[in-house]
T-cell receptor, first 113, second 115 residues
Framework: KNQVEQSPQSLIILEGKNCTLQ??????????LRWYKQDTGRGPVSLTI?????NTKSNGRYTATLDADTKQSSLHITASQLSDSASYIC????????????FGGGTRLMVKP | ETGVTQTPRHLVMGMTNKKSLKCEQH?????MYWYKQSAKKPLELMFV???????ENNSVPSRFSPECPNSSHLFLHLHTLQPEDSALYLC??????????????FGDGTRLSIL
């Protein structure tokens, strides 16, 4: 069964600190992995996408990594800001006939001043 | 402005009411999706439309009835809902179903509360 597990479920950090969110998946065959940011009361917005051959990809202060061998991804946030407070959702696409998406449960991040 | 607009943003209804959720996208996409997002649960795909044709119904109860009159508009008709149907309903669109690495663009959702 395809699954995406994210950890931690929630996280509180101080403004200016770094943090790392984890995503482990069992989706097969693998096509790509995407991180979304969902602000409270808003829909998810795509941050990065990782394909099989990519190990690291950055989008400003967000850096995603992918280890396709261990089926793990991480999202590292550098010098956090109050506006980073949101839920971060890991989504894995399988490369099967339906190109199905499997969603993680998200990590709720709160950045405090 | 996400390019995907959902109305209403909030809806409170009784179990015997009939209401509809509306989604409109101005991105020129051909695929549209309905998702349910409940507290502390992953997003659940409900329906997929590709070029106005329903390509997926993820075992959704018949009290939810989707309608896709054209590639830009998607509706979710609701009737005789249950309290457990209270959730955030998200609409999304993409270029086509399963095309490469194209992302799904989400609307901001309709927060539905069933009394």
């Amino acid at each position: 069964k395809n699954q995406v597990e994210q950890s931690p479920q929630s996280l509180i950090i101080l403004e200016g600190k770094n943090c790392t969110l984890q995503c482990n998946y069992t989706v097969s065959p693998f096509s790509n992995l995407r991180w979304y940011k969902q602000d409270t009361g808003r829909g998810p917005v795509s941050l990065t996408i990782m394909t099989f051959s990519e190990n690291t990809k950055s989008n400003g202060r967000y850096t995603a990594t992918l280890d396709a061998d261990t089926k793990q991804s991480s999202l590292h946030i550098t010098a956090s800001q109050l506006s980073d407070s949101a839920s971060y959702i890991c989504v894995v696409r399988s490369n099967n006939a339906g190109n199905m998406l499997t969603f993680g449960g998200g990590t709720r991040l709160m950045v405090k001043p | 402005e996400t390019g995907v607009t959902q109305t209403p943003r909030h809806l409170v209804m009784g179990m015997t009411n009939k209401k509809s959720l509306k989604c409109e996208q101005h991105l020129g996409h051909n695929a549209m999706y309905w998702y349910k997002q409940s507290a502390k649960k992953p997003l659940e795909l409900m329906f997929v439309y590709n070029f106005k044709e329903q390509t997926e119904n993820n075992s959704v109860p018949s009290r939810f009835s989707p309608e896709c009159p054209n590639s830009s508009h998607l509706f979710l008709h609701l009737h005789t809902l249950q309290p457990e149907d209270s959730a955030l309903y998200l609409c999304a669109s993409s270029q086509e179903v399963g095309v490469g690495n194209q992302p799904q663009h989400f609307g901001d959702g309709t927060r539905l509360s069933i009394l």
